[in-house]
């Protein structure tokens, strides 16, 4: 990320951004980050999203298995753990909608 990039952030995108640790081997929790910053998961989850789409900050998240939590991409090892299931989840959706909108 450029300096521009983080003048325009908030202070809580900057408080999110700054304990989210580079690289996929030690993830930061979900609960850890609310901790850290006292905000509320949904705060929390809404803050990382915007760091994401407005920011471009590059984020990725392990949701499953031991080491679950978020992560600063450093690598395409990183970028395809993080790839990985949000493609699965839009696959998911889509069968939802396609279910939803057909006529049966």
Known sequence: MK?????????KEKAVLTIIPTGSEKPIK?????EKTG???????ETIANL???HHAKIG????????GYYI????????????PLRAQVRRMEERI??????K
Not at 98 to 103: A, G
């Open 52 to 54: 994401i789409t407005k």
């Open 39 to 45: 905000l509320s998961k949904r705060v929390m989850q």
């Open 3 to 11: 300096g521009s990039d983080l003048m325009e952030m908030s202070e």
């Open 98 to 103: 396609n279910i939803l909108e057909s006529e």
């Open 30 to 34: 979900g609960a850890m980050i609310c």
């Open 61 to 68: 998240a392990i949701r499953k298995g031991k080491e679950t």
């Open 73 to 84: 991409v450093q690598n395409k090892a990183d970028l395809e753990m993080a790839l990985r």
